[in-house]
């Protein structure tokens, strides 16, 4: 038998994966979101509540949370951790990404997902891996090792391999100077999202990766060649094209100009999605280490030793507060960066609407685009 809503709630709009609906209800049962309707049926009983209601946020670039950082601990405790850490400021899905490294810690990074997906009651919260390197352009490596860099192998294609199998979703970023077309393809194949990114490359090397079978592009701007008036460069091939494109929102890794910039000038709608890249002191302490080295949060950026980003200090809900009051990002799309874009690149559209949906997984929030706390909290403070 069908549950039926024992309660609707009325906040003031309901974004409902595609658009802000003023004035409609959620109908809820048992703490589980079940339908949106434009009005509640007459005489149901309703709670008001203030604010918008949206999905949680969908975050497909996160290197660590809580103190927690997957380059320096493999294990299925730091996943929990990292995806907790972030859950408190209404992230509720991450990909848990590990950058360039030494062989053995991918393979242990990969170990560590499978056996947290083999959990008796796996984390919902952690949606598979984000394999970010080691394949790819030492001149755009970042703060990526370049002892680690090396050419695509075999090695990383069984890795890719063995998550697919187990149906857990894969995003890899490569570069064209260290893969090749057919790369792509095979990794294409097994059903991985493969990402162009730290890359030098010029928009027909790119071309080459798109044609093969990429699909998206990670943190636009940020480690690929720029956009020039007679070289479009990996940024500019990825603004011309259709695929997918991550990209930061924190006013240190692009400027607000240029992120509202990419966002008008995409041929495609919802293809842009907002990734925090954020490190292990987003719910922790000011100071990580990474490939043995310091790195330390100073003025809101995460800066190693030789002076170059090392990742990001921000969550989502700070990057959606930005899009929309400082880049002037209409709500709508915004909210779609934050929710239902992610969701679509990973195949899944359940993640998209607050439809079908436990309360702790969705949002409220202020009129000034705040997080103000999730659903569960509203309804524990006034129990039905």
Known sequence: MTAQPDLWLLPDAIFDGTRLRQGAALGISGGQSLQIADTPPPGAPIRRLTGTLT????????NGGGDALLNNDQSPQALHR?????RRFGTVGILPTVITDAPEVLARAVDAVLAAHAEPQPDRSLLGLHIEGPHLSIPRRGTHAPEYIRPFDASTLAHVRRLRDKGLFVKITVAPESTTPQDVARLA??????SIGH???TADEVLTLLDAGATSFTHLFNAMSPMLNRAPGVTGACINSTAY???ICDGIHVADEMVGLAIRARPVPGRMFLVSDAMSTVGGSDHLRLYGRDVWLKDGRLVNA??????????????LHRLITVVGTPPEVALDMATAAPARLLNRPDLATPE?????????LAPDWTVTGTVADALEAQPA
Do not use: N
Not at 82 to 86: G, I, R, T
Not at 356 to 364: C, E, M, P, S, T
């Open 82 to 86: 990292m995806a907790a850490a972030h």
């Open 245 to 247: 494109a991550g990209i």
């Open 306 to 319: 030789e002076g170059s980003l090392a990742g990001a200090h921000v969550t989502m809900a700070e990057g």
């Open 55 to 62: 999905p949680g946020f969908l975050d497909l670039q996160v």
């Open 356 to 364: 079908q949906r436990d309360a702790a997984d969705l949002l409220l």
């Open 189 to 194: 194949g097994l059903g991985a999202v493969v």
């Open 199 to 201: 890359s030098d490359a």
